[in-house]
């Protein structure tokens, strides 16, 4: 089974930049994603990223975040600027599907926690 091991995350005031990483076990697959689950909420992808590098993103966080990979070191890595206190959330990564964006697998990792206050 396939795990996965978020960081990066901590403690930004609004307008800072936080950059999340996450390794896989084994060879990332063809399109990765980064999710997100606030407090009350249910968790929800963020951006994705396909094996050819064509990405997706919510609308929430166009123009603010960015998603890469780096497959030789099995890495997916989000940079997230101009955050907002909204951005508030534990982040996790998956394999993704390309057509829908659902996580593939059910286990998750431990997430990374992003706060964005003042």
């Known amino acids: 089974q396939v795990q996965f091991v978020e960081s990066g995350g901590g403690s930004v005031q609004p307008g800072g930049s936080l950059r999340l990483s996450c390794v896989a076990s084994t060879s990332i697959f063809s399109t990765m994603a980064w999710y997100r689950q606030a407090p009350g909420k249910q968790r929800e992808s963020v951006a994705g990223?396909?094996?050819?590098?064509?990405?997706m993103y919510a609308d929430s966080v166009k123009g603010r975040f960015t998603i890469s990979r780096d497959n030789a070191q099995n890495t997916v890595y989000l940079q997230m600027n101009s955050l907002k206190p909204e951005d508030t959330a534990v982040y996790y990564c998956?394999?993704?599907?390309?057509?829908?964006?659902?996580?593939?697998?059910?286990?998750w990792g431990q997430g990374t926690q992003v706060t964005v206050s003042s």
């Open positions: 990223i396909t094996g050819s590098g064509k990405r």
């Open positions: 998956n394999a993704a599907s390309i057509a829908t964006m659902e996580p593939i697998f059910g286990s």
